[in-house]
Structures are given as C-alpha cells and as structure tokens.
C-alpha cells in the first residue's frame, strides 16, 4: 500500500508562503519577533529542562565516579583552608587599601559603568546558514536587538565572543565573532595607533581563526600581539581582548595587508555569556 | 516502512521525535568531541522513507521551523529546505526493508550533500554583510565539512531507523506471520 502523495498545488502554495515568510522575516523589525515569542514560550522551557535533565544525569555518574577522588582531596583542603584563612584576613586589608586608592584616583575598572547581564547559551550554531547562537536573555531582560540595536557579548574573562544580533521575549541571537558578517574595529594592545578591522571570515572560521583587514601601512603588528576593541565602532567598549595575531599576511611590496587572530574566547566549550548592556557616555 | 499507519499514531510519534531530535542536535553540537548528527535534517528524511504521503512534508516543515528558530538567520528557507527533503524522501517510500536500506542509505549520502550545498548557497544567496564571499569558496568549505558530516549522519540514520521502528512497531497476527490468507469465499481453495 502507497499513501497518496502531495499534490503539486499544495507544494507550490507552502513554497510561495516560506518564500513571503522568509521575505518579511528578512525585514528588520516585526514578524520575526512575533513568531520567535509565540513559539518560544512553548520551547524554551522545554529545552531548559532537557538541558537541565541531561546535566543532572551526566552530573549524577561524574558525582559517583568522582566520590573518591573527593574523598583524599577533602583531607588535603582542610590543610589548605587554614593557610587561606590567614591570607583572607591579610587580602581584607589589601581589597580596602585598593578601593581607597581606586576612589582617590578616580579609576574605573573594566565595565564598572556598564550593566553586564549573565546569560545561558541555549545553543549554538547548527551549520550553515543557521549559524547563529541562541542565549536565554531577551526582551524581558532588557535586550531589545534587532536592526540598528546591538550589544556587544563578552565571556567570563571579558573576552569578545559577538554581538547581539536579534531578541525575542525570552531569548536572543548573538552572532559570534567567527561569523563573516561580525567586524568589530581593533587595535593592537598597548597601542593607541591606528586601528584596523577584525572580521569574521568563511575559509578561516573552519580553523577557528578571524580575520584582520584594513591594516594601516606602517603599523606595528608581529605574531603574538594581542588585539583588542578599540571602542570606536560604537557597539562594543573599547580594550576588550579580541584574541592573539597567529599569522601575518603581507602583499607582494611586503607591506602587512591582513593577519589572521585566533579568538582569546574558547567557543567550544563557551556555556555562560555576558551582555553589556550599556554604557555611561562620561566615562 | 509503515504506510497504514492512523494519523494520531504518526503525530504521537513524530511530535516527540522532532523535539527530542532537536533538544539532541542541540546537546551534540555543543560539544565538538563528539560526531554530530544532523537529527532535524534527518528527521523528515527518514519519516518520509519511513511513511511516505505527506509525512515528510509535514515533518520537513516542522524541523525547518525548529532549525530557524534555534540558530537561522531568519525563517522560511530552513522550513522550505527540509519541506523539500522530506518531500523526496516520501516519494521514495516502498513497503519492503530491503528497499529501504538501498534507499535510505542512498538518500543519506545525496540528500547530505544536496542539503549542506543548498544552505550555503543560502548564505552567498542572502548574504548579511556587505563583502560579499565568493560562492565557490563556500562551496568548497561546505564540502570540506561533508565527509565527518556524511559519517555522522549515517549514524544518525540507524539511530532514527531504530526510533521508528520502535515507535511503529505492529504485532504480526498469525495470519501474516503464516504468510497466507485464507480465502474466506467458501467452496474449493483457489490456489
């Protein structure tokens, strides 16, 4: 037995749809939101449990299999807590001699005047086209993305991992820095010289590298350099690690044209990230 | 294969099975250690080869969805992808486990292939910045990526397999597992 299949009219109706669909969600603005929160309400959860069920089972055999283990370390720490005992009370004098000095010299530390909201990846790219990565952090949360609107995402060592790229009720796509459509302006740390590009690029992605383009001639950039945000492109803050020079690329007259960065964010094993959402201007 | 299965039986399967092969792309993906399955380009493939009709379609539709949700750059060209997939695989339907092997493992190599081509000429086709990657060389990362993705989903493949025939499996009554039928007419046996 052979169950009818689709008529062609049904096939050319459902394409003709997607096709308006995918035009409207392209637009920057509505449809996309609306259907991202109709849907996410039902999934989000759903897929918070299943991460959370699937934690717990894995933590469950980690925790029968590391009992032992813990059982030596616990003696050996024990030792420990006494030694750190006595240089808590010595750092408590330290911390306060430091938030002195901070207060009279006026510093700011990095994102002191930003509010920095932490955030669960949800998940990450599943291939081409779908390569973006979803965080439970949305709109009730304060990120309104989309269009114009961006945050710039950090991981817990402030290490740039992308930008906000469109939010939902209750979650939000950031594209990462290996993406082709991130750029970000950099420059060298330690440097207050020109700045230059860094781009995400499709042929350097499959090594887990980004690109370095729009070098200025003369620029002082070697293999090891660390490149950091410049904080003028307006998205993200300036001095924010992007990661280390691993190669440099030179045009025929031997002038340096591009360099290729391996990003100081470890995105695979990335599982909590950071959204800056605003800046005081003053500082 | 199970091409007279009820409605509420496919939709009681599928249903789950879509979500769990999404929650299972996601836990995958997320550690590179581990070969990576496609489960929600799978998922119509198999469905479709499994039941034919509309099936694939429906279930092409709904993993496109889900795709474009979780990590798409926008919605539609996921769902009319996977629409598409699943639409071959139901057209490729045939009640007999040899030819579902023959046609599901087939159907695995060209559909990866067809797939991962398709979704990247998406990105030269619809691009998000303005330096525009020329389109052999996404090509020619796409194809780079496909033999650990064609490994992967062949895997994947036997594990959907086992899922559908769990999830569909039938009792044979003892006249199939006879493997005749009486004639019930009355009078002199035809054969």
Known sequence: ???????????????????????LTALPGATRSRIGDFFGRVFDPLNSAFQKAVEGVSGFFTAVSDNKKLKDRVGELEEELGKLNREM????????????????????????????????????????????????????????????ISYPVVDQHSSLVGRVHSSETFSSKVMPLLHEAFSVSARVEGSYRSTFRVRGDILLREQGLCLGDSIPEGLPIKVGDLIVTSGEGGIFPGGVPIGEVVSLHASEDGKVVTCAIKPACDFDSLKHVFVILEQDDES | MNLDATVRRRVAVYLPGLFLSAFLQISVYSSSAFLSPDFLFLFPLMAGLWSGGYDGFATGLAAGFLRDYLAGRGYGMGMLTGMFIGLLAGWLAYDDWRQYALRGGI???????????????????????????????????????????????IIGALVLTGYLSLAFYRRKSKRENAGKVEDIRGGESLA
Not at chain 1, 1 to 23: E, Y
Not at chain 1, 131 to 141: E, S, V
């Open chain 2, 107 to 153: 159907l695995v190599v060209v559909g990866t292939l067809l797939y991962e081509m398709t979704l990247s000429f998406f990105v030269w086709l619809f691009p998000m910045e303005e330096l525009l990657t020329p389109l052999s060389s996404i090509w020619r990362v796409a194809l780079a990526r496909c033999p650990a993705k064609l490994l992967s989903n």
């Open chain 1, 1 to 23: 037995m052979k169950r009818r299949v689709p008529r062609m009219m049904v096939i050319v109706l459902v394409t003709v749809a997607l096709l308006a669909l995918f035009i």
């Open chain 1, 89 to 148: 009370i010595e750092n408590r004098e330290k911390v306060k001699a430091y938030e002195e000095l901070k207060d009279a010299l006026n510093l700011v530390t990095r994102f002191d005047d930003s509010k920095v909201l932490g955030s669960v990846i949800l998940n990450k790219e599943l291939g081409s086209y779908h390569d973006l990565i979803r965080i439970r952090a949305g709109r009730k949360q304060g990120l309104n993305a989309g269009g114009n």
